[in-house]
Structure formats: structure tokens, C-alpha cells
């Protein structure tokens, strides 16, 4: 999870930075915090989704035969 937020927050960074060339520092900061926000609230949406999934799925069971079936 954790290397999915850095790599959204180093995407967001890289494409406004080739998107403002000539921009003043200002203008870099309001993008970068912006991309910072986007990434946080993508990263807790994914965590979201991928809890509500888990929620879904029925509990396995820990035992595992070595019988077979076919008889």
C-alpha cells in the first residue's frame, strides 16, 4: 500500500512539474500540495475498497486434507 502512495505521489509530482514550466515557485507549491491530496485520498479509497472486499470473502478454514475424494 504503501509503495502505491509513493508512486501516485512521485507520478503527480513529475506531471505538474513538466506541466508548469514556467510557473512561479508559488504555483509549483499549490500543485504539489494538490497532488499530495489527490494521492491521500486515493490511497484511502483503495484501502477502503480492498477492506470492504476482504469483508466479502467467507473466512477459509485451516485445516487441509490429505485424503482424496475419488473413491
Do not use: Y
Not at 14 to 28: K, R, V
Request: hydrophobic fraction near 55%.
Amino acid at each position: 500500500m504503501m509503495i502505491f502512495f509513493a508512486l501516485c505521489l512521485g507520478l503527480l509530482t513529475l506531471m505538474s512539474l513538466l506541466q508548469e514550466t514556467t510557473g512561479a515557485f508559488d504555483d509549483l507549491v499549490k500543485l504539489l500540495l494538490g497532488g499530495v491530496a489527490a494521492a491521500i485520498v486515493v490511497a484511502v479509497g483503495f484501502t477502503l475498497v480492498r477492506f470492504r472486499m476482504s469483508d466479502k470473502k467467507p473466512p477459509t478454514s485451516g485445516f487441509i486434507s490429505i485424503n482424496s475424494e475419488d473413491k
